[in-house]
């Protein structure tokens, strides 16, 4: 039998439902046995009883993605892996977007050469359906579903994004007919555009009323209609980026009648509020995002629905824009009506370390919930587990030895995003990923890039796992 390329020592083994102290062996990058390991490796780590998790799936992040305003996302393929790795994060998993009257097999092929050979890390796709015309719903989705692709994103909102119910009903029965997943961002569209024109003609344009046209009602409501849709075709959804108490009641009261929905939710919801956009001059911008932050009331709740179960995934959804930058959230100018702000937050290096800081650190959540929505949740909902999301043999070495003795201040120059700031900076935390292996290579190190682009590998997705069948 072939010798271990590496052993990692003295481990505190977590995964989603397990603890234990074991040596890992490692060969030919996948995960060979975990125990006590008499033999040698040609490398060997010492944990020194530190956990060690699974390496993060993130889930829904955004990385060199056209956008139709002009603006441009700041994180390509490499510097966005670079950044994940370096927070702990071994698999992302970002959008291939179809353009209205375009197909999706020109949007993945497209996002292919954005890809191919940058991503220190593995990637997956999910789509972004924009236009199902009868091919794309016949030909086009069918086949990239069997070719890798198995999960998707629909919008009921943005002009150049949004489906009509009518829309969204075609492409569920689609997913349900394909065994694919759908994830919806759920706000209502007339709402905000109706609570938009309605600020501006008052002369309320600045960040903070970014969060007036989007109140929670506006969540709450297109929640509602997405679970009723999902309900009526009998399909499984997840709803993303859930931010307050009111949609993701929503979601509890369908899982508490048996119905198969899912929820993602976000460290903005957990460590921001509207009071953020709400800053001098055009500071505020820097945390328009939406759905957008809500109240402290409301991050108690999203604590409480992580703790309980209500929410499967915790992704970053990266959407890095730069400040200080004509082509990022100053794409319109200075002062920028609200609606004219690109949307969205950098996050995909910090998400673990907030939740690990502030969650399990603090006693909020336990290490294995940590494990289960950072890491195995999404792996499972996007079909790449247990190749990802756990520690067994078998499974990727892809693995985070964290250092959680460690106080520190966290700034945006510890960060290796593309990107001027971050919305947490100053947050004091205590967990870092000190050691970080994908694969069984060391691609990050005390803070520091160890892979180079080119490193990380496609990863097509089988049928996620909420939709195959129970075991009888």
Request: charged share 20%.
């Amino acid at each position: 039998m072939p010798g271990l390329d590496t052993i990692i020592r003295n481990a505190n083994v977590v995964t989603a439902t397990d603890k234990y102290k074991a040596d890992i062996g490692i060969r030919d990058g996948v995960i060979q046995m975990i125990g006590t390991i008499s033999e040698s490796a040609e490398s060997e780590i010492d944990a020194a009883g530190r956990m060690v998790t699974p390496g993060g799936v993130d889930g829904h992040c955004h990385l060199d993605q056209p956008m139709d305003d002009g603006s441009i996302i700041a994180d390509d393929f490499t510097s966005g892996t670079i950044s994940a790795a370096c927070g702990g994060t071994t698999t992302v998993i970002p959008f291939a977007c179809q353009v209205k009257g375009e197909g999706l097999r020109a949007a993945v092929e497209n996002y292919h050469t954005c890809a191919d050979g940058k991503a220190v890390i593995d990637y997956a796709f999910h789509l972004i359906v924009t236009d199902p015309t009868p091919n794309v719903l016949g030909q086009e989705l069918p086949a990239l579903i069997k070719d890798g692709y198995s999960h998707f994103k629909i919008y009921m909102t943005y002009d150049a994004l949004k489906l009509r119910d009518r829309e969204i009903l075609d492409v569920l029965h689609l997913a349900k007919r394909e065994g694919a997943m759908t994830m919806i961002h759920a706000e209502n569209d007339d709402c905000i555009a109706w609570l938009t024109e309605t600020l501006e003609n008052a002369g309320k344009t600045a960040p903070i009323y970014h969060s007036h046209s989007r109140p929670p009602v506006v969540e709450r409501e297109a929640t509602h209609r997405a679970i009723s849709l999902a309900e009526l075709m009998d399909v499984p959804v997840l709803i993303v980026h859930v931010s307050g108490n009111e949609a993701m009641t929503q979601i509890q009261n369908a899982q508490a009648r048996g119905i198969r929905i899912y929820g993602e939710t976000c460290p903005q919801y957990l460590f921001l509020t509207a009071d953020d956009l709400d800053q001098p001059g055009f500071e505020g911008a820097k945390c328009v995002c939406s759905p957008p932050p809500r109240t402290a009331d409301d991050q108690e709740h999203i604590w409480r629905g992580i703790k309980t179960g209500v929410f499967q995934v915790f992704s970053s959804d990266h959407a890095p824009f730069r400040f200080d930058d004509d082509k990022g959230k100053k794409n319109a100018g200075t002062d920028a009506k609200f609606s004219q702000i690109p949307n969205g937050v950098p996050g995909i290096e910090t998400r673990l370390s907030l939740l690990m800081s502030e969650g399990v650190m603090k006693g909020r959540i336990d290490v294995h919930t940590f494990v289960s929505v950072t890491s195995t949740g999404p792996a499972q909902m996007y079909g790449l587990f247990p190749r990802k999301g756990t520690i067994a043999p078998g499974s990727d070495a892809d693995l985070v030895i964290w250092d959680t003795e460690t106080e520190f201040t966290l700034t945006n120059e510890r960060l290796h995003h593309n990107v001027d700031y971050t919305p947490y900076e100053g947050m004091e935390l205590q967990a870092w990923p000190a050691t970080v292996l994908s694969r069984g290579r060391v691609v990050a190190e005390n803070g520091e890039c160890m892979a180079q682009p080119g490193d990380g590998e496609f990863l097509p997705s089988d049928p996620p796992n909420p939709l195959r069948p129970q075991q009888p």
